[in-house]
């Protein structure tokens, strides 16, 4: 079984990543996906966490997260491939991507070339530059 992390921010390029997972799946290969979803944290935690209940942070993060998940969500359940979703909040996206890509023993990650930044059309992402220059194992990165 092939053991794959997808990063994913909501945007076409990682939505492309997932649909190459699925194309790997038709093709009779087993897959095994975590998709991830690492964003930036806006406001410090400690900051704001003796006036805001635990349970109230969770529920902006789901509201900032779910969006960014439910298209690859679905996709994946279309296809009939279960997945694991996983949400981290990191000063720099990267080293979070590369560091759960070591934590979960995935054989490779998959992402598309860019997120939805400003210069997305332009360059290849920063995030998926640091990311190969990270990590270890295989990096498919899906135009």
Known sequence: MLKLLIPVDGS?????????????????ISLSVTLLNVYEE?????AI????PHERLQEIERE???PAL????????????GY??????ADDVA???????EETGCD???????GGGVLSHILMGSTTLKVLHLVKRPVTVVK
């Open 84 to 89: 694991e979703r996983e949400l981290r909040v």
């Open 108 to 114: 490779a990650i998959v992402m598309g070339t860019h």
């Open 95 to 101: 080293p979070m991507i590369a560091q759960r890509a």
């Open 12 to 28: 076409q390029s990682a939505l492309r990543a997932v649909q190459h997972a699925i194309n790997l799946a038709k093709a009779d």
């Open 49 to 52: 966490s003796a006036h805001v």
């Open 64 to 66: 900032y997260t779910d």
């Open 70 to 81: 439910a298209e690859a969500e679905k996709l994946l359940q279309e296809a009939g491939i």
């Open 42 to 46: 806006q406001i410090p935690y400690g």
